[in-house]
C-alpha cells in the first residue's frame, strides 16, 4: 500500500519523463480524441429531454455496449492497481471476489432482471417502495446508497488512480484528478446514460488491448508460467526482519480455496460469505443493474450479462497474474518487508505491493505501449466515475428530489439531475486531501469493509422483495435497519482494532480475531 508522498525522481523518473513526454503523450491524447468523439457522437444520438431518455439512455441498448459498459463500470482503476497488489502480497486467492462476481451478474440477468424490467422501474430504491409501498424503505436506502457511493467508490477510484498517476508520471495529483474529472462529468451531464454507456464500451476495448499486452511482456520478462509458480515462492525481500513474516510469500498463494481457519480468505466465505456482498453489488447496486434497465428488451439484458460473465474471467489473467510476477521481478521494492524500506521505496511503512503494476508498465513497456496503458489506467478510472455519476445522480433525482416535489416536472428533473453530477464533481475534489492524508492502502483497506458490513442485509431485502411474497413492509424495513445496525456495530470494532501488521502481535479480542 503506498502514500502520495513519493520521494523525489531519480535520473531514471526523470528518463522516464522525458519519454513520457513524445510518443506516449501522443498515445494519450489520441486516447482523449477517441473519448470525447465517442462521447459527442452518443450525445447527439439518443433523446436527452426526457427522463427515460437520460437517466436510462431511451433504453434502446444493445446486447454488447451493455455488456462492456457493466465490465468497464465493475473494472476501475481500484482493480488494476488492488488486484495486482494482491497478487503481489498474497496470491491468487482476490480471484475468488472476480469469479464469484461472473456467477452473480449471470443471477442478474437471469433471475432479477425479469422483475426489474417487468415493473418498469428507474431505481433500485423505487423498486422496493413499488414491491413494499410506503416511503421510508427508498428514502432509506436512498441515502444509503449515496453514502456508499460518495464515500466509498470515488474516493478508491481516485486513490488508485492517482498512485498510479504519481508512480508513472510524477504529475500534480490535483491538476490530474481535476483534468479527468472534468472531462468525465462534462459528457455525463451533456450527454446522460447513453454518452457513458457508449464510452464504457470504448473504454473496455483499450483496457483488454493495453492489460493483455502488459500481461505478454510480463510472461516473456519473467519466463513462462512455470517460471512464475517456481519463482512466487522465493520472491523475498534482501532486507526483512528475520523474527517476523514480513516479505515471505504465502504458503498457499496458488490456492484459491484455502484453509477454513487460519487463512486470509477461509473457502466456506469464500462460498458463502462471499456471495451475499457479491449479490448485491451485481444484482441490487444502482450502478449495475441501471446498464441493464437501458436495454431494449430482456433478450439484449440478458445478452449484456452474458458477455459481462466472459469478460470476468479476465482479470485473473491481466491483473493477479502480472502482480505476482512484479513481485518475482522487483522483490525487494513490491515485497519489501522493513518499514524502513518500505519508507524509502513508495512513502509508505506498511509495504509497497499496490506499486505492483505501476512498476510493471515503467519497466517493462516500450515507448508508445507506456502511453497506451496510462490510457488504460484513466479508461479504468473515467468509466467508473462516470457510472457512479451517473448513477449517483439518479438515484438522487428520482428517490430524493421527487419526493421532496412530487408535482416535478420532467424539465426541471432533468436539470436538478445534471445539477447534482457537479455537486459530486465538487465532492470528489474536496476528498483528495482526506485520501491524501489517510496513508493511503489503510484507507483503501478500511473503506471496501465499509461497503462490506453495509451490503448484505440490503442483499436480503432485496432477495425477500423479489422472490418471497410474504415479505411486507414493515419486516423488510426494521429488518434492513437491525442489519445494518450489526453491520455497523462490527465495522466500528474493526476501525478501533485494525488488522496488525506483519511485525506486530495480535492483541485483539477473541471477538475481533476469530470471527472473520
Known amino acids: 500500500m503506498t502514500d502520495f508522498n513519493s520521494p523525489s525522481p531519480t535520473n531514471e523518473d526523470k528518463t522516464l519523463q522525458n519519454t513520457l513526454a513524445t510518443a506516449d503523450i501522443v498515445v494519450l491524447v489520441a486516447y ?16 436527452r429531454n426526457t427522463v427515460d431518455g437520460y437517466f436510462l439512455a431511451g433504453k434502446n441498448m444493445t446486447w454488447w455496449p451493455v455488456g462492456a459498459s457493466l465490465f468497464a463500470s465493475n473494472v476501475g482503476s481500484g482493480h488494476f492497481i488492488g488486484l495486482a497488489g494482491s497478487g503481489a502480497a498474497s496470491g491468487i ?24 424490467i417487468a ?44 498512485v498510479f498517476i504519481q508512480q508513472a508520471l510524477r504529475w500534480n495529483i490535483y491538476l490530474a484528478v481535476v483534468v479527468l474529472i ?7 451531464i451533456a450527454g446522460g446514460l447513453a454518452a457513458v454507456i457508449y464510452t464504457d ?24 508460467w512455470q517460471a512464475l509458480l517456481d519463482g512466487y515462492s522465493s520472491a523475498v525481500p534482501s532486507v526483512r526482519d528475520p523474527n517476523t513474516t514480513c516479505g515471505i510469500p504465502r504458503e498457499d498463494a496458488f490456492h484459491l480455496f484455502r484453509d477454513p481457519v487460519t487463512s486470509d480468505l477461509p473457502w466456506p466465505g ?55 510476477i512484479s513481485r518475482i521481478l522487483y522483490p525487494d521494492e513490491v515485497a519489501c518487508g522493513d518499514p524502513d524500506v518500505c519508507k524509502e521505496v ?9 506499486i505492483a503494476y505501476a512498476k510493471l508498465v515503467m519497466e517493462l513497456l516500450p515507448s508508445g505501449l507506456r502511453g497506451l496503458m496510462m490510457a488504460v489506467m484513466l479508461a479504468a478510472l473515467m468509466s467508473s466515475l462516470t457510472s457512479i455519476f451517473n448513477s449517483s445522480s439518479t438515484i438522487f433525482t428520482m428517490d430524493l428530489w421527487r419526493h421532496l416535489r412530487p408535482q416535478v416536472s420532467e424539465w426541471e428533473l432533468m436539470i436538478v439531475g445534471r445539477v447534482f453530477v457537479l455537486v459530486l464533481v465538487v465532492v470528489s475534489v474536496l ?4 485520501v491524501q492524508a489517510s496513508q493511503g492502502g489503510q484507507l483503501f483497506i478500511y473503506i471496501q469493509s465499509i461497503s462490506i458490513y453495509l451490503q448484505p442485509p440490503v442483499s436480503v431485502v432485496f432477495m425477500a422483495g423479489c422472490f418471497w411474497k410474504r415479505t411486507n413492509e414493515k419486516g423488510a424495513f426494521w429488518g434492513l435497519v437491525l442489519g445494518l445496525l450489526v453491520g455497523c456495530v462490527r465495522m466500528v470494532l474493526d476501525f478501533v482494532y485494525p488488522v496488525p501488521l506483519c511485525y506486530e502481535p495480535d492483541s485483539r479480542p477473541d471477538i475481533i480475531n476469530s470471527v472473520d
Open 201 to 224: 464500451a470504448v473504454q473496455t476495448l483499450i483496457m483488454l488491448m493495453g492489460a493483455l499486452t502488459l500481461m505478454a511482456f510480463s510472461f516473456v520478462e519473467v519466463g513462462g
Open 119 to 162: 415493473s418498469g422501474v428507474t431505481t433500485m430504491p423505487e423498486y422496493l417502495q413499488r414491491r413494499f409501498g410506503g416511503r421510508r424503505i427508498q428514502l432509506f436506502l436512498a441515502v444509503l446508497y449515496l453514502f456508499i457511493y460518495i464515500f466509498t467508490k470515488i474516493s478508491v477510484d481516485m486513490y488508485a488512480g492517482a
Open 431 to 434: 476528498w483528495i486531501p482526506l
Open 182 to 188: 472534468a472531462i468525465t462529468a462534462f459528457y455525463t
Open 270 to 324: 469464500v462460498l458463502l460469505g462471499m456471495s451475499l456482498p457479491s449479490l448485491w453489488y451485481w444484482c441490487s447496486d444502482q450502478v449495475i443493474v441501471q446498464r441493464s434497465l437501458a436495454s431494449k428488451n430482456l433478450l439484449h439484458a440478458k445478452g449484456g450479462s452474458l458477455m459481462a460473465a466472459y469478460l470476468k474471467v479476465l482479470p485473473f489473467f491481466m491483473m493477479v497474474l502480472p502482480g505476482m
Open 32 to 47: 482523449f480524441l477517441v473519448v470525447m468523439a465517442v462521447g459527442l457522437w452518443s450525445m447527439w444520438r439518443t433523446k
Open 346 to 354: 513508495c512513502g509508505n511503512p506498511v509495504g509497497c505491493s499496490d
Open 93 to 116: 486467492g482476490a480471484t475468488a471476489y472476480e469469479w464469484n462476481g461472473m456467477l452473480m451478474v449471470l443471477v442478474l440477468g437471469w433471475f432479477f432482471l425479469p422483475i426489474y
